[in-house]
């Protein structure tokens, strides 16, 4: 992808923010109450509720829809279209992989 510039409706924008600020400012405090929490499981479920109660996954979503939707899908010589291929060495969780590999940063 070239340094081209990308935009997008101001309300658009402020509703990804919205979402990412929900989602952070909650994450942080069902944290800050793991303390209060009487084990380890009554923190997972707190958790768990949160995300499913207050749909983050769906937010998260619509996030991500909202932002890719400038970015073409035409598939290129390789059959990945733009974003694919930006994406095609990022790390999914998955029941194989349950922690994220140790890479060195790289400096850009």
Known sequence: MDEETVSYRKKDIIKVLKYLNMIVVSLDRTGSNYENCENDEEYHKLSSDFLDDWKVLPKLSKARSLLSEHFSYKLGEDDMDEL?????????????????SKKKKSKK
Request: charged share 35%; no cysteine; proline share 6%.
């Open 84 to 100: 694919e291929r930006e994406f095609k060495d990022l790390e999914y969780w998955s029941l194989n992989n349950l922690q994220p």
